[in-house]
């Protein structure tokens, strides 16, 4: 009965820390995944999350409109960035850098 008693105990402890440890290693694929999608020079989107959230937008059913505005949105933000960082930004997007 002690030894139950103690097997029980442990488990809960293995149970706990694997739980700490699942959450540890999503956050980090978190982390990883916000690193490959993001230029590290300038932190802006990069061509993979671009080609990504359009195909994501074409997949959701999205019309024509609503790529075209989040197209739009995305030039807006980039635009008020300095000019270097916009040409940069779009030949990134573009697959030309």
Not at 2 to 22: E, F, M, P
Not at 53 to 72: A, H, M, R
Not at 87 to 97: R, V
Request: aromatic share 10%.
């Amino acid at each position: 009965m002690l030894s139950a008693l103690v097997l029980s105990i442990y488990d809960t402890h293995l149970t706990s820390k694997n739980a700490q440890l699942a959450a540890s290693l999503s956050d980090a694929n978190r982390e990883l995944k916000s690193m490959v999608y993001r230029d590290s020079l300038t932190t802006l989107p990069n061509r993979l999350h671009f080609e990504e959230k359009i195909e994501e937008l074409l997949q959701q059913g999205s019309d024509s409109f609503s790529v075209f505005f989040w197209l739009t949105a995305l030039k807006l933000f980039i635009l008020t960035l300095k000019p270097k960082h916009y040409k940069y930004s779009m030949l990134c997007s573009l697959g030309l850098s």
